[in-house]
């Protein structure tokens, strides 16, 4: 349950990405990178949004344990990991070639990593099913911000 709370954080996919970034040695691996990081800080603010006005605590069996958190962590409603799960799922279903076998431990994955929030008491159920849906949600408004490589090498000219 651990090992899918932690791969499910959002420290690791941003430093990952990151990293990812940095190796990159094509337009189109960056181009999908750089919109991944996009997407990743989108779910982090949007998350910590919600969670700042809706304030609903963790359940009372929650053992404030969890991996790097912050004041926001606090509330459980939405689910970031659940958040985060969906579009990420998403995201690597519509931007990588995976075999079919690959594609189901995606979805796999994402129903566990919500399925672990509950069981590890971090969040309540539906906690976890609004940020599957909100995770969804965010998958399509990174689709409509995406950054095409003409938008970055505006972007990149603009700041040098």
């Not at 709370?5 to 181009?31: F, N, R, T």
């Not at 409603?77 to 075999?99: D, E």
Request: proline share 4%; glycine share 10%; hydrophobic share 50%.
């Amino acid at each position: 349950m651990k090992l899918l709370e932690v791969s499910g954080h959002g420290i690791p996919w941003l430093l990952g990405a990151a990293y990812c970034l940095y190796k990159s040695d094509s337009a189109a691996g960056q181009e999908v990178l750089l919109n991944l990081l996009l997407g990743l800080l989108l779910d982090l603010i949007l998350v910590g949004s919600v969670k700042a006005v809706v304030r609903r605590r963790r359940p009372a069996h929650n053992q404030m344990d969890m991996f790097a958190t912050f004041s926001v962590d606090r509330y459980s409603f939405p689910s970031g990991h659940a958040t985060r799960a969906a579009m990420c799922g998403r995201f690597l279903l519509a931007h990588l070639v995976l075999a079919p076998p690959v594609r189901v431990l995606v979805v796999l994955w994402v129903g566990l990593v919500g399925l672990s929030r509950v069981l590890l008491g971090r969040h309540n159920v539906t906690d976890v099913l609004f940020g599957f849906w909100m995770g969804y949600c965010q998958y399509n408004l990174l689709e409509m911000l995406w950054l095409s490589p003409q938008a970055l090498q505006g972007l990149l000219g603009q700041l040098a």
